[in-house]
T-cell receptor, first 115, second 115 residues
Framework: GAVVSQHPSRVICKSGTSVKIECRSL??????MFWYRQFPKQSLMLMAT?????????EQGVEKDKFLINHASLTLSTLTVTSAHPEDSSFYIC???????????FGPGTRLTVT | AQTVTQSQPEMSVQEAETVTLSCTYD???????LFWYKQPPSRQMILVIR??????QNATENRFSVNFQKAAKSFSLKISDSQLGDTAMYFC????????????FGTGTRLTIIP
């Protein structure tokens, strides 16, 4: 149980375009999902907390107009990187928290490359 | 602010041996959870074990066990009979308290199991 999927696993886009990443909880309802960014050989950096039916809460220093987060249902959250630039290239990971406990279950990640 | 410190950036051990990864943290809360996550080369984050701070008994999951010292704010992970598949980055993490959904991650320990 507690499986989280993420799509796509890899994406290459051109500078200035937008790209959407989907995160789905497959076998449980996730009222809260999280989006992280991970640079090579570093720890996870929380970007935002996504609650179903409400606006996402962004961490300090994360541009909310650049990283649009939508949590439209209890099983789906999306991250859209708008007007992507090469410095946005990174590994993006989502997670979902189970309703009754505090651990987070993670998606397999999306490697974004902006050319 | 909650902080998590992993003082061992890299470790290596022979297959079948036992290894202990250290983690210290700082919090003003009395009730909280602690987690160890594993990130193998696939980069999929996997929950290894969790500990509830109000429980005195150390958590155990098969070959994985923790040494939780609440007063010292120490939460180490012991891997017994290490296997090649244990090669991964290991992150210690915890939410601020029962009501805080965000996880604070340590910087990670890169563990290599040598055949």
């Amino acid at each position: 149980g507690a499986v989280v999927s993420q799509h796509p696993s890899r994406v290459i886009c051109k500078s200035g375009t937008s790209v959407k990443i989907e995160c789905r909880s497959l076998d449980f309802q996730a009222t809260t999902m999280f989006w992280y960014r991970q640079f090579p050989k570093q720890s996870l950096m929380l970007m935002a907390t996504s609650n179903e039916g409400s606006k996402a809460t962004y961490e300090q220093g994360v541009e909310k107009d650049k990283f649009l987060i939508n949590h439209a249902s209890l099983t789906l959250s999306t991250l859209t990187v708008t007007s992507a630039h090469p410095e946005d290239s990174s590994f993006y990971i989502c997670s979902a928290r189970t309703p009754l406990t505090y651990e987070q279950y993670f998606g397999p990640g999306t490697r974004l490359t902006v050319t | 602010a909650q902080t998590v410190t992993q003082s061992q950036p890299e470790m290596s051990v022979q297959e079948a041996e036992t290894v202990t990864l250290s983690c210290t943290y700082d919090t003003s809360e009395s009730n909280y959870y602690l987690f160890w996550y594993k990130q193998p080369p696939s980069r999929q984050m996997i929950l290894v074990i969790r500990q509830e701070a109000y429980k005195q008994q150390n958590a155990t999951e098969n070959r994985f066990s923790v040494n939780f010292q609440k007063a010292a704010k120490s939460f180490s992970l012991k891997i017994s009979d290490s296997q090649l598949g244990d090669t991964a980055m290991y992150f210690c993490a915890f939410p601020a308290n029962f009501g805080n959904e965000k996880l604070t991650f340590g910087t990670g320990t890169r563990l290599t199991i040598i055949p």
